[in-house]
């Protein structure tokens, strides 16, 4: 039997968030205004932009674009998503930034790497009002095509 990596990541990230989510004291985080630029990475490469705003809850809700750029799959025009994600930010520090862990779901259309409905992953570093994000959208191969769009974002809060 073949391993699908994909799915064995996923399962992995999802028991992180579990964890952290039910860790006794989580690191807290200032509700606020997202705004994040990047770009897409390994797949593709286009500029990403994100607007986004969490709750005191921990659960965000954000809508992004990509500008047209090239894909593993051919080229692409502008890719717009929605995503709801619950952040969990686990009491340890890592390079002197609080770290947190992402899991959520979105809503993306027009990406010729994934279809409609994905998963939303990321793990990023805060420091103050700055934080660095790798993040990952992935039907998790419920849908084809499923290469998935991974991204690298520095966010601002607000």
Known sequence: ????????AVAAFIVAIAYGAFLIKEAEAAPGIRVGLGRTVVNSSAPWGEFGYELPNGWEIAAAITGAGDTHNGPQGEVRALSFSRIVRPPWR???????LRLGVAYVDG???????????????????????YFHYSSAGIHQPNTGVDG?????TY
Request: hydrophobic fraction near 50%; aromatic fraction near 14%.
């Open 1 to 8: 039997m073949k391993i699908k990596w994909t799915r064995v």
């Open 94 to 100: 890592v390079f002197g930034a609080n770290n947190y």
């Open 111 to 133: 990406s010729a790497l994934i279809g409609d409905s994905n998963f939303r992953l990321g793990i990023g570093l805060e420091w103050s009002v700055m934080q660095l994000e």
């Open 152 to 156: 690298i974002q520095i966010r601002f």
